[in-house]
């Protein structure tokens, strides 16, 4: 293709970066710091962002996600301008800078587009650049895939858009700071709907045989490991993003008559949190697990009211 023609900032229009469906099996953790300061708030004054983020941050669900392949995307069409690979793939945290100094996007593209944008895409899996500078990409081409490069802690696409070198909010572009959901988007309208903003997510939901932990939903499918009629517990299992200070969990399991088997309510929070995972259960009766279906409920309450709620269903 070629390069040719011109574009301004009314009539840009971003596809998706990332081959995957916002909700189902990626999530938006976190958006561009719209606060100057040294706080920190979203396009909507949420919390879902934090000090000088520069970017969009697609998060698949677990690390098993990441390994069997998720595809970066060109976000509109244009030519590469430059590119990184070989940045080894790792988790790092933030008070680990200095292992990826002067690397902290790890593995990216950097393309630009007519008119002054350019779109930048961070943190791709290790070998797996698929483009090289001065090649021209078209709208959904593949540039690679997202891994766990640079100065991350979970396999995510840190996605950054700039239109004359300067950093912009592809959900408000224009608005004036503190605006809270002003400005104009700059995604395709096909797909504004399935960018809606959400507060809170559940990035992982299910069930497991035993108490969860954080390697075994990074290890394991996005929904749990398998559980039988002979397993030796019966555990439901949350791993919610988004979650803000005063947030009350509650997580409770009914078996097939809908009597409630186990319960877990939490202490409201007393700080925002990332993401935080919340689980309940029991252990396996003397003559094994009834057979049908296990419902369990995961909500939010704020103020004493309901503000996001999940079901998971476990049938046997």
Not at 10 to 21: A, D, R, S, W
Not at 93 to 113: L, M, Y
Not at 126 to 151: C, E
Not at 244 to 257: C, E, F, M, R
């Amino acid at each position: 293709m070629g390069f040719a023609g011109s574009a301004c900032a009314e009539n840009i229009e971003l596809g998706m970066p990332v081959g995957c469906e916002i909700g189902q099996t990626c999530y938006i953790q976190n958006y561009v710091d719209d606060d100057p300061s040294p706080s920190s708030r979203d396009y909507k004054c949420g919390t879902l962002t934090y000090d000088a983020h520069n970017g969009t941050d697609f998060r698949v669900p677990s690390l098993a996600v990441q390994k069997s392949g998720v595809d970066v995307l060109a976000s509109a069409s244009g030519r590469v301008l430059r590119t990184r690979d070989g940045v080894p793939d790792g988790a790092f945290s933030r008070t680990a800078r200095e292992v990826v100094r002067d690397v902290e996007c790890g593995n990216g593209v950097v393309i630009e587009h007519p008119g002054g944008w350019e779109t930048q895409y961070c943190h791709m899996a290790n070998g797996s650049l698929a483009v090289k500078p001065g090649d021209d990409v078209a709208r959904g081409q593949r540039l690679g895939r997202i891994g766990l490069s640079g100065l991350t802690e979970y396999p995510h696409l840190h996605f950054t858009v700039r239109y004359k070198g300067a950093t912009v909010d592809p959900f408000a572009y224009g608005a004036a700071p503190g605006s809270c959901g002003s400005g104009e988007s700059l995604w395709q309208p096909a797909l504004r709907a399935r960018l809606a903003y959400q507060e809170r997510a559940v990035l992982n939901g299910g069930f497991m045989s035993g108490p969860p932990t954080m390697e075994l939903i990074e290890e394991a499918s996005p929904n749990g490991q398998s559980v039988s009629a002979d397993s030796p517990a019966l555990v439901a299992f949350v791993r919610a993003i988004g979650l803000k200070a005063g947030d009350t969990q509650g997580l409770v399991i009914k078996d097939p008559q809908g009597q409630v088997l186990a319960e877990n309510r939490a202490a409201p929070l007393e700080s925002n949190k990332a993401q935080y995972m919340l689980f309940a259960g029991k252990k396996r009766p003397p003559n094994g697990w009834n057979h049908g279906t296990y419902k369990a409920t995961y909500t939010v309450e704020r103020a004493g009211q309901v503000v996001f709620e999940k079901q998971l269903e476990l049938a046997l």
